[in-house]
């Protein structure tokens, strides 16, 4: 299995990234009001990009350019999932 | 020239700064204008031609539960109780509109409105039916069936108590629907009104009790749901994105480039988790 080197060398930022995303689905599942959904997958998409921010600082390599592509990843799967379930 | 194209877009190399073109912020975000146009069009069209859309992903059980009976409400009327086995009479007719491929109160089998009140075990003194079909959000469902004064008086109609909703998907004709069916009804409690009239369509009254019926859609000719088109074509961009960020991920690891980029891997949780949402809801109540 290929492992990219950035997962090996912070694999903790990894793993709450991913514990983030499984912990929002979880709850997602299990909450079935529409409007609380979609406050969830809005929650996902900023602690997505808290974390971004946090991954980056650690890297030394937070610019601008880095900001708007997760900005713009971000918004992009919020808007689809938005526009397509409510 | 055309191979160069596609590299270019699609594979991170040195020309295009060992990052898919199609993943540059700029790209990104010509895909959320991309989207968000698509989207556009398709409310003007809910407003410009209602009735024309297939699937709807906004129409619930409770939330035409809950404005029927805010209508009520506006009128000083009492809310309709929601009754289960209402509600089975009202998913036994939309499954049977599915199941005989027809549009109507009558089925072609002769079957009728209160067939299904009947075979659901609802014993009535009055009973109605509203049905709708291609509406794209329940605010305008609603609005259409107050609208229309034979559905509205369903809805207010003073002797109703309970009401039980199936809003079901299928097909119909050929295209895909969501079907909306209102059954209205009040337990049967002493004397039995008698009466016999049926005069179109859109009104049915018979046997033992005050029963309407009332039909409301949009056009049903046969054509592509802009929906189903609009869906595709965003799960399109939305499948290509994805692609291109494993191909990135994949020649990045491969290549072992060092860039000043977001994380490929982050961007791909993050849209895997949309998309396991996507499934997870094609699988439940909402489509």
């Known amino acids: 299995m290929i492992i990219p080197k950035e997962v090996k060398q912070k694999p903790f930022e990894y793993i709450i990234l991913l514990i983030c995303l499984v912990i929002g689905f979880i709850f997602y599942i299990l909450i079935g009001d529409n409007q609380a959904r979609r406050w969830i997958i809005y929650s996902v998409g900023i602690v997505y990009f808290a974390w ?35 | 020239m055309l191979k160069k194209l596609w590299t270019h877009y699609f594979i991170p190399q040195e020309k295009n700064n060992h990052r898919a073109t199609l993943l540059k912020p700029n790209f990104l975000l010509f895909f959320l204008i991309l989207y968000l146009l698509n989207q556009s069009v398709i409310k003007t069209l809910v407003i410009i031609k209602p009735g024309i859309l297939g699937y709807s992903s906004e129409i619930t ?51 009728t409105p209160w067939t299904f009140f009947d075979a659901s075990g609802y014993k009535y003194s009055v009973a109605g039916e509203n049905l709708a079909k291609d509406f794209y959000n329940t605010e305008s469902l609603i609005k259409a069936w107050m609208n229309s004064p034979t559905h509205k008086a369903n809805i207010v109609h003073q002797k109703y108590k309970e009401i039980g909703i199936a809003v079901v998907n299928g097909t119909i004709d050929g295209i895909k629907t969501t079907l909306v069916v209102e059954h209205f009804g009040t337990p049967l409690i002493g004397q039995i009104e008698t009466s016999s009239t049926l005069t179109n369509d859109s009104q049915v009254s018979k046997s033992s009790g005050v029963k309407t019926g009332n039909i409301l859609a949009g056009n049903s000719e046969k054509l592509i749901s802009p929906l189903t088109v609009s869906k595709i074509f965003n799960s399109a961009i939305f499948i290509v994105l994805v692609i291109v960020l494993f191909v990135d991920g994949y020649i990045t690891i491969k290549n072992n480039v060092h860039r000043l980029t977001g994380s490929t891997v982050g961007h791909i949780g993050f849209l895997i988790f949309i998309f396991l949402l996507m499934i997870y809801n094609q699988q439940g109540s909402i489509f």
């Open chain 1, 52 to 86: 971004s921010l946090y991954h980056h600082y650690q890297r030394g390599d937070l610019q601008l350019s880095i900001v708007v592509e997760y900005l713009l990843v971000i918004l992009f799967g919020i808007v689809f999932i938005s526009g397509t379930l409510f």
């Open chain 2, 61 to 111: 059980v409770q939330k035409v539960l809950d404005q029927t009976n805010n209508e009520r409400k506006n009128l000083g009327l009492e809310s309709l109780s929601y009754n289960s086995i209402l509600s089975q009479s009202a998913q036994k007719k939309a499954e049977d509109m599915f199941e005989n491929d027809y549009w109507a109160h009558n089925s072609p089998q002769g079957k």
